[in-house]
């Protein structure tokens, strides 16, 4: 039997499934998943909504229906969380359970908007652009004064010191050489403060306080090299200098590992290319409602069950995966590996559990703490019932110490991300446990509790911007995601503020307002010109307070990493220069010249 789902949106959702096998269905449901979240209060014809979780949706034609072969059975969904504004939205997979409960897959077909078209999932064409002085280069440098032309390197006789970014180069640049035996001898030398120069002449020379600096010279070289090999507009200088320094400590990159699974060898190729680039934050998102990707000696069963999607499991399929089981985790041991390549390149990983809201896979893991008593369901804004935990469950702040304490075991960076974002005002208000306490006051105690462990161990907490009244402004560093406004009032209460405005640097947002276009416009749409352009300082009387910037990806549409590939470059170039480039010294003309020798995400993966 083979079954087709067609479905278009009109700002109604139509579907229809069509049998196009020989043999007829009866008593069966339908079950899909992709980003959009039915509203079960606004009615559905010809169907019975049999249960949503999230984006799963599982309904059932009226009573006796039979799909015969060749027939349709169409039905209309008559409101959704947020309308669907892209093809990305809308559902991705499906499966029809048969009265046995055996699952059949359904093929999905594209939906459909009201306009003529199909996806568009190229790279982004930003133009031949303006080369300057002959260099192309991500972020531009404080100061370049580069004279003459010479012919290009084969490549460089190197200090030992250069091993690490002699990996990173093979591993972007398949194929391309940078140490040559016989080319240009670079020699390392010192200086004070943060940053590096870099000397052209008969001998190339990189001066830098540190390892940090000197790396950061090597990028530099390299995208000098590569640029003079690869476009014929630009040249490897005869004599000069570029002296650099970056504008902001902080100068970061958030993946979510929860939406979807990231293979290791795809985490690692997003590490490189972040080095090439100058980032140096890694924020490696590894828990929300949709998995527990992090491994927990104390609790298996966060990996065992949370880490795992499909059809009769306690967390069924999402965001486009089908019936069978679909997911994965990264052992301690992996992220002690992907912590160590990280730091060779320049990068510190920054891990988030994320409490005590989105935490719907690990109480389905760990129902145990639940409190029994409660009754009633309250709904995140994600649409997952009851999904955070309750600090007045007495094996709540156990579980959270537990949990941080091997955290803090893998990760051995300054930085320990907490989470503590979109808690549903009402989360725990049936629990007899949590009587007379309101969430924010809940969450507050929990959040100071786990914020003093951290500080007792030496680290600095980080967290959303929501947890600020559980937090304080001493050794922490909050992310300001909703509107600028929120990262100036931060940092007038003294905190250090990073600014990932979901409007500019969210790097699901589509590029723009197109239907074909692939992410979501809940809050926007960034074309890249805009990232680019996006100044993270205004408004801020102690600039002080601005630590940095990121640009975040979340994963939710992204299991198709075509996906991935257009919706993150060259956007995160466009970060990257905000987070180390002066604002006067940016110029898009030249930032879209640059951006066509960057390396991107490779065809097939990572």
Same mark, same amino acid.
């Given at each position: 039997?083979?079954?087709?789902?067609?479905?278009?949106?009109?700002?109604?959702?139509?579907?229809?499934?069509?049998?196009?096998?020989?043999?007829?269905?009866?008593?069966?449901?339908?079950?899909?998943?992709?980003?959009?979240?039915?509203?079960?209060?606004?009615?559905?014809?010809?169907?019975?909504?049999?249960?949503?979780?999230?984006?799963?949706?599982?309904?059932?034609?009226?009573?006796?229906?039979?799909?015969?072969?060749?027939?349709?059975?169409?039905?209309?969904?008559?409101?959704?969380?947020?309308?669907?504004?892209?093809?990305?939205?809308?559902?991705?997979?499906?499966?029809?359970?048969?009265?046995?409960?055996?699952?059949?897959?359904?093929?999905?077909?594209?939906?459909?908007?009201?306009?003529?078209?199909?996806?568009?999932?190229?790279?982004?064409?930003?133009?031949?652009?303006?080369?300057?002085?002959?260099?192309?280069?991500?972020?531009?440098?404080?100061?370049?004064?580069?004279?003459?032309?010479?012919?290009?390197?084969?490549?460089?006789?190197?200090?030992?010191?250069?091993?690490?970014?002699?990996?990173?180069?093979?591993?972007?640049?398949?194929?391309?050489?940078?140490?040559?035996?016989?080319?240009?001898?670079?020699?390392? &030398?010192?200086?004070?403060?943060?940053?590096?120069?870099?000397?052209?002449?008969?001998?190339?020379?990189?001066?830098?306080?540190?390892?940090?600096?000197?790396?950061?010279?090597?990028?530099?070289?390299?995208?000098?090299?590569?640029?003079?090999?690869?476009?014929?507009?630009?040249?490897?200088?005869?004599?000069?200098?570029?002296?650099?320094?970056?504008?902001?400590?902080?100068?970061?990159?958030?993946?979510?590992?929860?939406?979807?699974?990231?293979?290791?060898?795809?985490?690692?190729?997003?590490?490189?290319?972040?080095?090439?680039?100058?980032?140096?934050?890694?924020?490696?998102?590894?828990?929300?409602?949709?998995?527990?990707?992090?491994?927990?000696?104390?609790?298996?069963?966060?990996?065992?069950?949370?880490?795992?999607?499909?059809?009769?499991?306690?967390?069924?399929?999402?965001?486009?995966?089908?019936?069978?089981?679909?997911?994965?985790?990264?052992?301690?041991?992996?992220?002690?590996?992907?912590?160590?390549?990280?730091?060779?390149?320049?990068?510190?990983?920054?891990?988030?559990?994320?409490?005590?809201?989105?935490?719907?896979?690990?109480?389905? &893991?760990?129902?145990?703490?639940?409190?029994?008593?409660?009754?009633?369901?309250?709904?995140?804004?994600?649409?997952?019932?009851?999904?955070?935990?309750?600090?007045?469950?007495?094996?709540?702040?156990?579980?959270?110490? *537990?949990?941080?304490?091997?955290?803090?075991?893998?990760?051995?960076?300054?930085?320990?991300?907490?989470?503590?974002?979109?808690?549903?005002?009402?989360?725990?208000?049936?629990?007899?446990?949590?009587?007379?306490?309101?969430?924010?006051?809940?969450?507050?105690? *929990?959040?100071?509790?786990?914020?003093?462990? *951290?500080?007792?161990?030496?680290?600095?907490?980080?967290?959303?911007?929501?947890?600020?009244?559980?937090?304080?402004?001493?050794?922490?560093?909050?992310?300001?995601?909703?509107?600028?406004?929120?990262?100036?009032?931060?940092?007038?209460?003294?905190?250090?503020?990073?600014?990932? *405005?979901?409007?500019?640097?969210?790097?699901?947002?589509?590029?723009?307002?197109?239907?074909?276009?692939?992410?979501?416009?809940?809050?926007?749409?960034?074309?890249?010109?805009?990232?680019?352009?996006?100044?993270?300082?205004?408004?801020?009387?102690?600039?002080?307070?601005?630590?940095?910037?990121?640009?975040?990806?979340?994963?939710?549409?992204?299991?198709?990493?075509?996906?991935?590939?257009?919706?993150?470059?060259?956007?995160?170039?466009?970060?990257?220069?905000?987070?180390?480039?002066?604002?006067?010294?940016?110029?898009?003309?030249?930032?879209?010249?640059?951006?066509?020798?960057?390396?991107?995400?490779?065809?097939?993966?990572?």
């Amino acid at each position: 039997m083979t079954l087709r789902l067609e479905q278009a949106w009109t700002g109604q959702w139509h579907f229809g499934l069509v049998n196009e096998g020989a043999a007829a269905l009866a008593g069966f449901t339908l079950c899909w998943n992709g980003h959009c979240k039915v509203d079960p209060a606004a009615g559905i014809e010809h169907a019975r909504l049999v249960r949503r979780v999230s984006n799963f949706t599982e309904v059932a034609p009226p009573e006796g229906f039979v799909l015969r072969p060749g027939a349709a059975w169409r039905f209309v969904i008559g409101g959704v969380n947020v309308p669907l504004r892209h093809w990305t939205e809308a559902a991705r997979a499906a499966y029809v359970v048969l009265p046995g409960g055996a699952t059949m897959d359904v093929t999905v077909g594209l939906c459909g908007g009201g306009e003529a078209g199909e996806p568009i999932l190229g790279a982004v064409d930003l133009g031949e652009g303006r080369i300057e002085q002959g260099l192309a280069l991500v972020p531009w440098p404080a100061h370049v004064a580069v004279a003459g032309s010479r012919a290009v390197p084969d490549g460089f006789v190197l200090p030992d010191a250069a091993a690490d970014f002699i990996d990173l180069f093979q591993r972007l640049f398949h194929g391309e050489a940078f140490a040559d035996p016989a080319g240009p001898v670079l020699r390392r &030398a010192v200086r004070s403060g943060p940053g590096y120069s870099l000397g052209f002449g008969a001998e190339l020379t990189i001066a830098a306080a540190d390892a940090e600096g000197f790396f950061q010279g090597l990028v530099t070289l390299g995208q000098v090299l590569r640029a003079a090999r690869h476009d014929p507009r630009c040249r490897f200088p005869a004599s000069g200098e570029i002296a650099d320094a970056p504008r902001f400590d902080w100068r970061g990159l958030h993946l979510d590992v929860a939406r979807q699974f990231y293979a290791m060898a795809e985490l690692e190729h997003l590490l490189a290319v972040m080095a090439w680039l100058k980032l140096n934050r890694f924020h490696l998102h590894l828990t929300d409602d949709e998995a527990w990707r992090f491994e927990v000696k104390a609790y298996p069963a966060l990996t065992d069950i949370g880490a795992w999607r499909g059809h009769g499991l306690p967390i069924p399929p999402l965001l486009g995966s089908g019936a069978a089981a679909r997911g994965g985790f990264y052992t301690q041991d992996d992220l002690r590996r992907l912590v160590a390549l990280a730091a060779g390149w320049g990068i510190e990983i920054i891990p988030e559990i994320d409490v005590p809201g989105h935490c719907f896979a690990a109480l389905a &893991a760990l129902p145990g703490l639940r409190d029994a008593g409660e009754t009633g369901i309250c709904w995140s804004v994600q649409a997952f019932p009851d999904n955070a935990l309750n600090p007045a469950v007495p094996a709540v702040m156990e579980f959270v110490e *537990l949990v941080f304490d091997e955290v803090l075991d893998v990760f051995p960076g300054r930085f320990i991300h907490v989470g503590g974002d979109e808690v549903p005002v009402e989360a725990w208000a049936s629990s007899p446990l949590a009587a007379g306490r309101d969430a924010a006051a809940l969450q507050a105690s *929990l959040l100071r509790h786990l914020h003093a462990r *951290l500080r007792r161990a030496g680290r600095i907490t980080a967290a959303w911007e929501e947890a600020a009244p559980g937090i304080g402004p001493d050794a922490a560093v909050l992310m300001a995601w909703q509107d600028h406004a929120a990262a100036v009032r931060l940092a007038a209460e003294g905190y250090n503020v990073i600014v990932a *405005l979901a409007q500019v640097w969210y790097l699901n947002m589509a590029l723009a307002p197109d239907w074909w276009e692939p992410g979501a416009s809940w809050a926007g749409y960034s074309p890249v010109a805009a990232a680019y352009g996006f100044e993270p300082g205004t408004g801020f009387a102690d600039p002080a307070r601005l630590a940095g910037v990121q640009a975040c990806i979340w994963s939710e549409q992204m299991a198709d990493r075509r996906v991935f590939a257009r919706l993150v470059f060259p956007r995160l170039a466009a970060v990257a220069e905000a987070g180390w480039t002066a604002p006067g010294a940016k110029e898009f003309a030249r930032f879209a010249a640059a951006a066509r020798l960057l390396p991107v995400w490779p065809e097939g993966g990572g």
